[in-house]
């Protein structure tokens, strides 16, 4: 019987430095139209003068394992695949925007070119070659770790495991599949991208 994958990232914020290259590689790659991206690195100021630091907060869709946005469409164009991968139909997409307004993350959008709605979907085209997201591919500091949870064996089923990992935004009760190491606050709202 052939396993089923559930794929899934971790990011780790102690190796995140800040230098985008997985926002210019997605954008590269996935074509997203000016202004406008699928995933993108928060700049954070914490704690209090003197005592501040900045935290690097890398951010995209999700994939919730209870995605608000699937409900909000309308006309079924937002699906989760059962690899948890959530995507979008565009040609059911009507361009309405109800799922870009249901996203606690802040992290889908209307292309203003296509009047769709658009959102990383952990880069379908590449995995389905064996290849990982472009943004992994491209960190710098190999903060992002992206594999599939149904693999005990993974690097990602392993860290996700991990004392002290967290999700963003837990009280939306979307169960995020993109786990944080390292997030020592709470983020309970996400800055717009």
């Given amino acids: 019987m052939t396993q089923k994958h559930q794929w899934s990232?971790?990011?780790?914020?102690?190796?995140?430095v800040g230098c985008?290259?997985?926002?210019?590689?997605?954008?590269?790659?996935?074509?997203?139209?000016?202004?406008?991206?699928?995933?993108?690195?928060?700049?954070?100021?914490?704690?209090?003068?003197?005592?501040?630091?900045?935290?690097?907060?890398?951010?995209?869709?999700?994939?919730?394992?209870?995605?608000?946005?699937?409900?909000?469409?309308?006309?079924?164009?937002?699906?989760?695949?059962?690899?948890?991968?959530?995507?979008?139909?565009?040609?059911?997409?009507?361009?309405?925007?109800?799922?870009?307004?249901?996203?606690?993350?802040?992290?889908?959008?209307?292309?203003?070119?296509?009047?769709?709605?658009?959102?990383?979907?952990?880069?379908l085209s590449r995995i389905e070659q064996g290849l990982k997201p472009a943004c992994v591919e491209t960190c710098v500091g190999s903060a992002r770790i992206f594999g599939d949870l149904a693999d005990p064996e993974s690097e990602v089923s392993r860290l996700s495991k991990q004392p002290g990992v967290k999700v963003l935004n837990p009280a939306a009760g979307t169960r995020p599949q993109v786990h944080y190491l390292g997030l020592d606050h709470d983020v309970t709202q996400t800055p717009v991208h």
């Avoid at 003068?49 to 937002?78: I, M």
């Fill in 20 to 123: 985008q290259s997985c926002t210019v590689s997605c954008k590269f790659e996935n074509h997203a139209p000016k202004g406008f991206f699928r995933t993108w690195v928060a700049d954070h100021e914490i704690g209090r003068y003197p005592e501040t630091k900045r935290e690097f907060l890398p951010q995209l869709c999700n994939q919730c394992d209870n995605p608000v946005c699937v409900s909000a469409c309308p006309v079924k164009a937002t699906y989760k695949r059962p690899d948890g991968i959530v995507v979008i139909d565009k040609d059911k997409c009507i361009g309405c925007g109800a799922c870009v307004k249901a996203c606690p993350y802040g992290a889908r959008y209307l292309d203003p070119v296509k009047n769709k709605a658009d959102k990383c979907d952990l880069c």
């Fill in 9 to 16: 990232m971790v990011i780790d914020l102690t190796r995140c």
